[in-house]
């Protein structure tokens, strides 16, 4: 079993930036984890994935403002957020892939806003 623990919300002002961490309870080394979004009223989106190979993809209203990345010896994943929009305002949360199945963290708010 793993837990994550996201950490690193707030509310910040259009243009701004923050970085979101998730903090597994085991090796994530082998294990691919993304982080997802969800706002008010709409699904639970993906927003970035990191893959245990090293690769990453993101989605494409993100693609140039976020970056995942991951610090395996501390079992942590990142989400540097930068030039963050009104329309970036929701629940974040990280999202790991064992062989077999997958978990949920209990979501960190973002909150775009002047």
């Known amino acids: 079993q793993v837990q994550l623990v996201e950490s690193g919300g707030g509310l910040v002002q259009p243009g701004g930036s923050l970085r979101l961490s998730c903090a597994a309870s085991?090796?994530?080394?082998?294990?691919?984890v993304s982080w997802y979004r969800q706002a008010p009223g709409k699904q639970r989106e993906l927003v970035a994935v990191?893959?245990?190979?090293?690769?990453?993809n993101y989605a494409d209203s993100v693609k140039g403002r976020f970056t995942i990345s991951r610090d395996n010896a501390a079992n942590t994943v990142y989400l540097q957020m930068n030039s963050l929009k009104p329309e970036d305002t929701a629940v974040y949360y990280c999202?790991?892939?064992?062989?077999?199945?997958?978990?949920w963290g209990q979501g960190t708010q973002v909150t775009v806003s002047s």
């Open positions: 999202w790991a892939l064992t062989s077999i199945r997958g978990y």
């Open positions: 990191s893959t245990t190979g090293g690769g990453t």
């Open positions: 085991a090796s994530i080394s082998s294990i691919n």
